[in-house]
């Protein structure tokens, strides 16, 4: 289970097919790593959908298993790791 952190507070503004992710954040992580850029995009966009899916308001975590992420990416495990442990280092995301 991924927790993606400074979510929660855009479920409110959530509609059906998008995903909010505060301007902040994005700058940080484009600065720091493109990849881990995309990966938390990812892990948002499977927050967003699994909340509408099984209607969990108020929720920041996805069940997200790593090859899942590695497939649906189409990266390698080295790229993956490496973006992966970024957003955990950075606190931008917490495994459970």
Known sequence: MIIV???????QEKQKGHVFIDEPT??????????????YMFYCM????????FDLSQ???AHCPDSYCKKKLHWGASKFYRAKN????KNLITQN
Do not use: D, P
């Open 86 to 89: 970024i957003l955990l280092n």
């Open 59 to 61: 929720n920041n975590s």
């Open 26 to 39: 994005i700058a940080k992580l484009f600065k720091i790593n493109s990849n881990a850029a995309c990966l």
């Open 46 to 53: 499977n927050v967003s959908l699994q909340t509408l899916q």
């Open 5 to 11: 952190n400074n979510y929660e507070k855009n479920l």
